[in-house]
């Protein structure tokens, strides 16, 4: 399952924050902040799709998210491979490294960090 664009930045501001009460997810955005009932509504959502869980203290709900970041896009990107790239890890890097405008140093670090796994394999 997935969120839409702004559950996703709900989410990172609650994988920021990692555990927080409405008022603090408000805080976290810059103006125009959305309405309470809007974040509030996202995050029925969120809890339904099994993406957040909440503690009840009082009146207030403490949420924190019930995945991790690292999870979540990690399955984003295999989809992405999977779906657009014939399951191709080789195709995903061609076009990632072609169609990026990396500089030179960044490709490099890519090789390093490659050069790195393979070693560990």
Known sequence: MQLSKTEEELMNHLWKLEKAFMKDLLDAYPEPKPANTTVATLLKRMTEKGFVTYTKFGNSRQYQPMV????????????LIKNFFNNSSSQFASFFTKETDLSKNELEELRAIIDNEIKNK
Do not use: A, L, W
């Not at 991790?68 to 989809?79: A, Q, R």
């Open 68 to 79: 991790k970041k690292k999870d979540y896009f990690s399955k984003h990107v295999n989809g």
